[in-house]
């Protein structure tokens, strides 16, 4: 079994507000659809198992950018977003966070009456990931989320995720199907995260005395699976600075919708009469459908299309997000009936992006864009947990932000 890979994030609490929870559901399924028209449901489950991928994903959604929020608010997302669209889609997530997890055995059955598939061996893979992840790796966290996302042709990838309440830690866990080996034989390229000591790792070949109950095997994680294993952590500090960010890949979308040049491009993809502010949001979420793995390393820079609902790094901004939504949903409606042209048009959006990326050398001052973004969050409907934004007091001419001085 591989393990795509995992995710240490600092433990949140709280609610997603109504006002984020429907879009959220919205702009993933478009997004969705689009990468099944483009690529196909495994493509979907590929990126989904990779932490960085989906780390990004949920920060283009508008959710904090490295809460552990992310996990449980993308899946719920998801789960809203996919299940209606099996027939279209062929993807079908069950389970969730606390009691809903515990019905993933059911909901796998269920499916499995509808397409055909083994459903026994559908649980079989959901309780044994949840097992290796909760009880043979022995790390310090304790699982409360497992959702099995599962194909029509018996794919699946698994998220689940794990809480540390002493550490105030969440760990995400992310599994696929792609190369099924074993469950109990080094089903994992890697586990490795804070280190916290001695490990016991029973699903490890070397520990096959340990699982036939002779003796209890601890082992530390070995230096040389941490080179073969992406892994993300993140850190406690809500505020977003300029070292978690790609800078120069940041300035690129900024110069792409602001700069006066390359307006008529944007007119030219089809999107004619958008403002640079829906041009910003769109060139990030295309990046999500067309980026390849290499231009996830930096997922907090995704923040940068809808913003935070905690205000970081800038207020979500309503007007834009619901304009990002319509603009994809009409681009992946006339792909479906093979008017294609807008779907290329998202295309043409992140090709233009990396070659002003390659070509140039962009604005990319991070704290200006953040500065620039919370100033104007108002005209664009910034809204957080705490409210709608509020204009800012008036500055000095001299003081005035301009992301091109």
Known sequence: MKRSG????????????EWLHERMTSIGREIVRALVIEFGSAEV?????????????????????????????VVGALKRAINPLFDELGLFMCGGRGRHSLRTPGELLDFSERTGLDGTALVRASKLSAKVDNSCIDDGFSLYLHSFIVSRGGEWTVIQQGMNTDRKLARRY?????????????????VIGRNLGLIMNLSDSRANDNRSGIVEFLLLHPVRQ???????????????????????????????????????????LLLPGMGPRSVQSLALVSEII??????FSDPARFAFALGGKDGHPFPVPLNVYDESIATLRSAVNAAKIDRTDKLRSLNALHRMALSIEKNSSPFGDVDKIISHEQRQSHYFGGMTVKGAAKAPLPEPPAQQLSLFD
């Not at 067309?290 to 231009?295: I, L």
């Open 226 to 268: 941490k080179k073969e294993m992406r892994h993300l952590r993140l850190g406690r500090d809500h505020a977003l600075r300029q070292g978690d960010v790609d800078a120069k890949r940041l300035g690129a979308v900024m110069t792409l919708a602001y700069e006066k040049q390359c307006r008529n491009f944007v007119d030219a």
């Open 6 to 17: 995992t995710a240490d994030l600092p433990l949140h609490y709280g609610r997603v507000p």
């Open 290 to 295: 067309y980026g390849s793995p290499s231009r």
């Open 174 to 190: 992310h599994w696929h199907s792609a190369q099924l080996k074993s469950f109990v034989d080094d089903p994992h390229t890697a």
């Open 45 to 73: 489950l590929r990126r989904i198992s990779d932490p960085f991928w989906f780390q990004a994903l949920g920060c283009v959604m508008g959710m904090d950018w490295h809460s552990s929020g992310i996990t449980t608010s």
